[in-house]
């Protein structure tokens, strides 16, 4: 072969690689095509309904090239797409659940494996009151009396508080958990460690701030607790149960206002060592809770 010729077929080894390698960024550019030919393009979201709503909300998107496999985008937050049934050749329509997410306005979008498209409108997730029922773990913390227990009451109210993180907590309305902050008050009477005796009409009230802040925060108020013994004999208080002087504002209030909520607070004491301790020079100053549970609605 003579060498102008072999340079020839040189050039032409070159320039198909390098044909392929334009080809493929432009297949990535404009989307990729089926068997057939036709071309897939990422999600293109012209409009949706509502401007605004809850965690757990459905807003429906309006548009072109919606598959099954896309993703919906809150900002930097992503939910599954449900619900498409538009045959390929008409996906204009799709819906998506509002992930559990922060209160604020949040930019839409649609992604699959083709691209990301944006919808013109936003998104305003808002505070809302979850129903419930839920049922979450208490976090350990310390039960404190102020002023301290004594074995007879030196005529002052003593005030029970105490702050412990809640975990868990999927209900029938929404599928993940939400954490939140729970903090307690007792209003204990005089300062007698008869008081924890259980039977009394004490009033005892938490306020939960939960998390995402868009879940409305709740406040549960108990009438009375019973003491009661644990199988290892440690101390354990049950609040609630019966329906009688419990209820829950804001969220998980369930059906019947949270009437049939309850708590449970498991100590590190036995009866005997609560009562030793409240015979002592201080009197009992606080109680260490290892666990309990949380049921609202």
């Known amino acids: 072969m003579k060498m102008s010729a072999l340079k020839a077929v040189t050039r ?10 334009l080809a493929a960024s432009l297949i990535s550019i404009v989307g990729a095509q089926t068997a057939s030919g036709e071309e897939l393009l990422p999600p293109d979201p012209t409009s949706s309904t509502g401007a605004s709503g809850c965690v757990g909300s459905v807003v ?6 919606f598959y099954p496999s896309m993703t919906a985008l809150f900002g930097s937050y992503s939910t599954s797409v449900y619900g498409i049934v538009i045959p ?4 204009d329509t799709a819906q998506a659940t509002v992930p559990n997410i922060p209160t604020g306005t949040y930019t839409l979008g649609l992604h699959d494996n083709y691209g990301t498209g944006t919808d013109p409108d936003t998104f305003t997730v808002v505070s809302c009151p979850f129903i419930g029922p839920a049922t979450w773990e ?3 913390f310390a039960w404190a009396f102020d002023p301290p227990l004594t074995k007879s009451s030196k005529g002052e109210t003593s005030v029970a508080t105490g702050t412990a ?3 868990g907590g999927a209900s029938f309305d929404h599928d993940y958990p939400t954490p939140g902050s729970e903090t307690l008050s007792t209003d204990l009477g005089p300062n007698s460690c008869s008081a924890l005796a259980g039977g009394t009409t004490e009033t005892t009230t938490l306020n939960i701030n939960w998390s995402p802040d868009s879940i409305t925060s709740s406040t549960v108020t108990f009438t009375g607790f019973d003491e ?3 199988s290892t004999g440690d101390v354990q208080f049950t ?3 019966s329906g009688v002087g419990t209820s829950v504002t804001g969220s998980y209030a369930g059906t019947d206002g949270g009437a049939s909520s309850e708590m449970t607070l498991t100590t590190s004491m036995t009866s005997a060592a609560l009562t030793k301790a409240c015979d002592g020079k201080n009197g009992l100053k606080s109680i260490k809770i290892l666990s309990g549970t949380l049921s609202l609605g």
Do not use: C, M, Q, S
Not at 16 to 21: D, K, M, S
Not at 88 to 91: H, L, M, P, R, V
């Open 88 to 91: 390929i050749g008409d996906n």
């Open 228 to 230: 009661t013994e644990t």
């Open 239 to 241: 609040f609630g149960g």
């Open 60 to 65: 429906t998107f309006y548009g072109h090239e």
């Open 165 to 167: 993180a809640l975990t």
């Open 138 to 140: 208490n976090t350990k």
């Open 12 to 21: 032409r080894l070159v320039v198909i690689p390098a044909a392929l390698a």
